[in-house]
Structure formats: C-alpha cells, structure tokens
C-alpha cells in the first residue's frame, strides 16, 4: 500500500461543493431574515433571493444526483461501522493526545465512516426535508383550498425551519472540522485542486500510472 | 451634446407642461370650456345632444315636469329605475332574509332615515317623499336630474320644513334654471353620484372614509383610476350599469371574484377589481410578482392597494358619541370647531343636534377575513345593552372559500338604544313638531315619537350603547407606486397582527422551535470552542 497524491474529487464535485456552500449560504442568509431574525434585506429581495438561491439548488442537486448515479460515486457514501469507532475514538480522545487521524482515505472510499454517515445523512434526510417543505411553502397557494391547509401549513413551516437549524449546526461542525488535523489549508485544498493523500493498493496505483496519468501525482 | 441638449429640451418642456396644469388648477373660476367627459364604461359618448331636443325647450318651473319630458323620450327607464334600490330604499338579502336599506336600517350616524324622511331622502333619488305617504309608483316623482344634469347648479333640499332651527340653513339659494340643467344632461359624472355618496353620514367623508368630496377632481395619487388628467373614471365606469342597476353593493359583497374578467368582450355585472384586471394581475417579469398573483386567493386587491383611506385632505369620522348631544346655550343649539383637516377646511366636532366627533384622515384600516355577507343589526334585533354591539357584523374566515383579508374603516358610536327591551330605537329628529330633536332637544320624547310612529315597541327607558359599524375600503385606489411592500404586513405588528387562521412568515414563528434552535446552535458553537480549547491547551494536542 501506498500514499500517493491522488486527484479524489473531479472538476464537477468541486464545483457542485462550492456553488453548494454558496447557495446555502445565500438561502440561510435570506432565509433568517424572512424568519424575522434580522432586516438587512427587505422583505420582496429576500424572498426573490431566496426562492431563485433554491431554485439554482435544486437544478445543482438534480446534476448532482445524476453524475452520482452515472460515475458510481454513489458508493463513497454507503454506510460502514468498519472504523467508526477509531474515528469517534479519535475525536473525543485522540485528538488531545497528538495522536493522527486513524483513517487512511482509500480510492472508492474518500471519506471516512463518520463523514459518510454524516454526508449521507445530510443527502437523504436533511435536505429532501429543507427542499420538499420549502416546495411545499412556496407553492401554498396552490394546495390552500385542501382540508387543514393552516395547519399543513404550520407542520411545512416548522419541518422548514427545524431543518434549516439543524443545517447550521451542520454547517459550523463542518467548518470546524477542517481546523483539525494538519491545518485548515489542508483540508481546503482538496475541494479546490482536487489533490489528496489516498492510500492505493498496487493494483490501482499501476491502473492509474497507466490509464490516468492526470489523477495521479 | 445632442442627446444632452435633448434631455434638457424634454426637462423645459416638462416642467412648462406641468406649471400649466399647475397654474389651470389655481384659477379664480373655472375655464369656460367645459371639462372633458369622465370615462363611463360602454355608454360613454351617447348617440344624442340633449340641448337640441325640444321637449327640454319647453319652460320647466319643477323637477317632476323635467321628468315627464325625460320620460317622454326614454319610454321604459322609468319601469327600470323603480327596480334599483336609490328608489325603493329596500333590499332583502337573499341569504339572510334580511330586510335592509335606508328605509329601513339604523346605523351609527345620523341613525336612521325611517321616519325622517323630510330630511334624509333628499337624497332619495326622487321628488317629496316626506312621510309614509309617498307615492312609490308615480314614474314622475323620479329625479333624473341629481345624476344626470352637468351644470353643478342642481341642488336638493328638504322635502320637508323641519325645526325653524334646522331650515335656516336652506333659506336663500339661487332658484335652479330648470332648462339650463335638463339640456345638460349626460352620463352621471363624480360630482352626481358624489352629492350623496361624497356626504353621507351628515357630512363630507363622515360615513365611508374613502368616498369623499376629493375625489370630484382627484390627483392620481388620491385615485389612480378617477384620477381627473389621467384615466378620469366616473363612477359607473366600475360601477357598471344594466338598465339603471348597478353592479357593486355594500349589503352584499363579492369579497372574491374567481371569475375573473370572463372571456372577450363578456359583459361582467360586478364591480370587481378583478372584473377588469383579470385573476393574474400583477405582470410577471420578475420572481417577486408570481408570489403577489399567488397572494390574490387570500388578500383582496384593496388591502395592498388602498395603503391609508380618507386621503386627500378630507376628514372622516371615526367617532361620535350621542351622548353630549342636546346642550343648548340661551335655548338654542350650537356648535364648535375643533378640528382642521387637510385641505384647510374647519369640521364641527360639536352639535348640539349630534353630539361630539372625531375625526382622522390618512387612516390605516382594519384588516379581518371577510366573507362578504353583512348582518345587520336591525331595528327587531335584540341584544345585550352592557356589550358594544355591531350595526353590521360580518363574518369570514381562512376556511371559508369566498372569503379575503379585507380593509375595514370601523366607526364606533355611542348612540340611543331601547335599554329595556335590548333594540335599537327610531329616533324622531326630523319635524316641525314639538317631539323632533332637533330643534327641541329631549331625546325621551322624540324616541318615544319614533317608535310610536312605526308601532314598535318602546320600554321608555332610553340609554346610550356603544356600536361598531364596518365599512369595506374600495375607493381611493393608490398608484402601484404607493401599493403595501410585502414588509406592511410581513413582520412582528405588521398589519395583519390581528388576522388569525394562516401562517405569515415573518409575522409568525413557533417559539419552542426557534427557542430550540438557537440553543442548538449556540450549544455546538460552545461544544466547538470547548473542544477547540481542550485541544490548544492539552500538551501533546497542540498541534492537532
């Protein structure tokens, strides 16, 4: 097994990351101050921001979930408990100690068991959640007239903003983690040029040097 | 330097079109030319020129002989006019069963009509009606004049004496030239319908808060659609007209027309705002317009679009209290200044005839679900003495499919009821008599009069309740410009604070939830910064 400096996220996945990053930032931003928590933005720019931020969100999410499916990425974020104990491990204890990160990021396996879970998760839970309520809220006027409306509406109004809660925490451990570790730079980079220190067997170290001179430095 | 010297000649310009129109406005007297026809929907324009008919040649020395001539050529408008109510004074509501109108209604101004006819059917749109005996089916006692004529020189007065005190004020005015005003006649313009409807209440704007004496000539900003150099609708271009029936009524409204504008050319017999501008008004051309056309299922197109009633410098009541009325200095009646609006004019917020007023101008309404359907209190319903009680309740809600939020001006009064038995009364102000109010100022004596004159009963114990009467706001329509920001009503005390049965954002928030969240949030930044210090400070961590 070796460490070699493998290109683990393509040109589309950065993309799709960091447009990600600043659709929800715009969402959350315009999202509280509809909420009333803040009235830096008046009332019509913030709902225009905020329904246009989701829908360029739901168009990335639709690309998104296609290139997954296609390129078999899908599989990056299949659940194990192979290793999540180390990493839980790691973070309440080892980290303290200078110990390093016990996982080593494998070539169909970028992401370690905690990430996984925490990324699908966020994938299948938390964002169907924020998106089918917020659908749901701005086409109101279109299902009013059901019986209980105010009260669906009332259910679509909190499943909206629990959820968007829950993404900022999501959010600030997110970033958090990223201090941990070598450095910050560190686990940025990856997300710009792509690069990261994977651990390769023989077979894909030889596959790559052959037949993907470009992934592999 | 073209397209600045351009610009330049288009300022200059503008600003000489605007200081004529400035200057034509602050004239001594108007111009001699007639002002341009207002916009009348369909009939506008006519077929005929009423100077050049003989029949209005012939001398005139009473309204009644104008009617004949008008009748002689318009042979079925008489059969027609009957039907509507600025004749009959009566409508029964088809829902409720109720039996309203002015002939029989109280409200919480002047109170009631019934049994004052002398006084209140001046503006009755007909000729004498007095007393119970008026002669409903006599063609020639309608006044088509009051609506018709254009010289502005028509005037009604009382069709009866009434107190010496009261019929002072009527001595004196210039006789009517009965030929110059039945040659004049045309489709019924602002200042015909506004004789009655601008003063409703007992004076300018009293009654409805957004129909007054400003609108017979009203700056865009007052009514973008009456406005008198831009659109210059008359009434009836709303207000459409079927054989002297017309579309739109206070006794039943269309709180929601789903109908929309019809299909092309279709003739509506509403006065709907969306009669004309459709179901989709607002035009998309951005994201923001899709969400007010959503908005159109809820909130009716008043409630953004009339941000203040009783605009333009003329004063509504919102108030008056009965109970002051009858002072009298040396005997006689008085009454007192106290208020100056807008436009410079002094109001009366005393009389002795009346009692005390309060006015406000520039108001912003109330907002409540509204069905369209208005109950009244009549002059047989029974209610509690010690409660307010509403002359006209109304009823609506998010549930209700033809409901909206709709504007409301909401006048309270405090005004004489029939304390014994829980009713309203028939006050007997009107007369030349000794029981009239006004002009002999014992209310216990001229409730007694009313009553007894319709054989209603009476306990004769009279007091003061305090009423609510509800006016949906639908005139003085303001530009776009001018309409509600989404803001008005979408924040903490916006509004809509008081309108119950939908989630708002921005007004609303569940409290557990929010409360939940931000000790959520602030309990990961504090977990963060905990595991961030453990690890800045334990030794071997350091670096990790």
Known sequence: ?217 | MRPFSGHVLAFLLGTLVLTTAQATDQWPTPPASKPPDQVSGPLTGGTGDHSKYEALKQPFSSGPEVTKACLSCHTETGKHFMKNIHWTWEYRNPETGQLLGKKHLVNNFCTNARGNEGMCAQCHAGYGWKDESFDFSDETNIDCLVCHETTGTYYKTPNSEGSPACSVMFEDMAPIDYNLVAQSVGLPQRANCGTCHFHGGGGDNVKHGDLSSALTNPPRDLDVHMDAKGLNFACTACHITKSHIWAGSRYHVIAKDEKGTGKPGERRDVATCESCHGNEPHPVDSLAPFKLNDHISSVACQTCHIPEYARGGVATETDWDWRTAGKTRNGEGYHEHGYTQGNGEERYTYKSIKGTFTYGENLVPLYRWFDGQMNYTTIDTKFDVTKPVAINDFTGSREDPRSRIWPFKRMTTWMPADMGNGTLVYNHLWGQDEDSYWGNYDMGKSIAHGMKAFNLPYSGEYGFVKTYSYWPITHMVAPKEQALDCADCHSKNGRLQGVEGVYMPGRDNNRWLDLIGIIAVAGTFLVILGHALVRIFSPKGAKH
């Open chain 1, 1 to 217: 097994m070796t460490i070699r400096r493998v290109r683990i996220f393509s040109l589309f996945e950065r993309f799709w990351h960091w447009t990600q990053m600043f659709l929800i930032l715009v969402l959350m931003f315009s999202g509280f101050g509809l909420h009333g928590f803040h009235h830096l933005l008046d009332f019509k720019q913030a709902v225009t921001l905020h329904t246009l931020a989701a829908f360029l969100l739901l168009l990335l999410w639709a690309f998104s979930i296609f290139w997954l499916f296609t390129t078999r990425n899908w599989r990056h974020f299949i659940p194990t408990v192979k290793g999540m104990w180390q990493v839980l491990r790691f973070y309440s204890f080892g980290i303290f100690q200078g110990e390093h990160h016990p996982y080593r990021k494998a070539y169909w396996r970028k992401h370690n068991p905690l990430q996984a879970l925490a990324y699908l998760m966020l994938k299948i839970v938390l964002f169907p959640l924020i998106w089918i309520s917020g659908l749901a809220y701005l086409f109101y006027f279109l299902w009013r007239d059901i019986p209980h409306a105010t009260q669906v509406l009332d259910g679509v109004a909190l499943v909206h903003t629990g959820a968007a809660f829950t993404i900022v925490v999501f959010v600030m451990i997110h970033v958090y983690m990223l201090t941990t570790g070598h450095s910050f730079k560190e686990h940025v980079m990856p997300m710009i040029s792509g690069f990261d220190d994977v651990d390769l067997s023989p077979e894909e170290e030889a596959y790559l040097l052959k037949d993907e001179p470009g992934v592999i430095r």
